[in-house]
């Protein structure tokens, strides 16, 4: 089966409102390039470094402008649309790096949860404590649409490839990976985990990433791009900037790249232990 899908590149400011416009205009463009599913950057909503002015700005999921934006965006084109993540204010006061998608008819038809929380100090001087501010998600998501399971992940979840090759085990043909790397790590690492995720599991891979210089100081690496499950770059943005990258994807590939390299199936359980106790093991048999 053929499935044309868009990663949709923004470089979103502090301004609820005025990304959800911008999400709404690149989605339509990619909608009217033929794009059955869509997936838009993490943080799609606003990147804002400020805490106070953060909070202020937040919504419970039934509130949020852009919940309402990409459902309505969803219906009207016919499209699976999903949101790579947005900042929704939770019950307890707490806020959750939270994933949408919609289907065809405006639906919602899941949500996923950052699980894993960026808490860095790089050497160039940037510190950062996600979890600081967001209550990583406990569960991995997958579902099942009409051209295949999809699988869900988002920006540093790239980093630990168990809950890439759980999901992959389980079926999944298309992985997601919306994402706000850093410039300094997207540059070291970025092409080269996407490329090693989709390998690893033989499976299609969507990136979209924010791209640019952000109104909050922070720059972000871009590059969104789309993989096969043979680790080759179907379409790639530039290092900044709005842009749309459109693939075909056969998802019979899938199965193909499985069926020449079975890793999956071939995996197997082991122990491990240090040298010296194998030694202490063997000197006592």
């Not at 940037?126 to 209550?135: D, F, G, L, P, V």
Request: hydrophobic letters at 45%; charged letters at 20%.
């Amino acid at each position: 089966m053929s499935l044309r899908v868009a990663a949709v590149q923004m470089c979103s400011g502090v301004d609820v409102a005025r990304n959800a416009d911008a999400m709404a205009r690149l989605v339509r463009e990619a909608a009217a390039q033929g794009a059955a599913y869509v997936q838009t950057p993490e943080m799609t909503g606003a990147l804002q470094r400020d805490r106070a002015a953060l909070r202020a700005q937040l919504r419970s999921e039934s509130e949020d402008l852009i919940v309402a934006t990409a459902a309505r965006l969803a219906g009207e084109l016919g499209i699976h649309l999903h949101v790579g993540s947005t900042a929704i204010a939770l019950a307890d006061g707490k806020i959750a790096n939270r994933g949408f998608l919609f289907g065809p008819d405006g639906g919602k038809l899941c949500h996923y949860d950052k699980i894993h929380m960026f808490d860095v100090d790089l050497d160039n001087g940037e510190s950062w404590r996600e979890s600081a501010a967001y209550t990583p998600g406990q569960t991995a998501r997958m579902i099942d649409l009409p051209f295949g399971r999809l699988g869900f992940a988002i920006c540093y979840d790239v980093r630990f490839p168990e809950l890439f090759r759980r999901q992959a085990v389980e079926g999944v043909a298309l992985m997601s990976l919306p994402a706000a790397f850093t410039r300094q790590t997207g540059e070291a690492h970025w092409s080269v985990l996407l490329r090693a995720r989709a390998i690893e599991n033989g499976f299609f891979l969507v990136a979209a990433a924010q791209g640019g210089l952000h109104e909050d100081g922070r720059e972000t690496y871009g590059h969104s791009m789309i993989i096969d499950p043979w680790g080759r770059i179907l379409g790639e943005a530039a290092a900044a900037g709005e842009e749309i990258v459109i693939a075909d994807l056969d998802l019979a590939a899938v199965a193909a790249a499985r069926g020449k390299i079975p890793n999956l199936k071939n995996a197997r359980a082991f122990g491990l232990e240090t040298a010296d106790r194998q030694a202490a093991q063997e000197a006592s048999a």
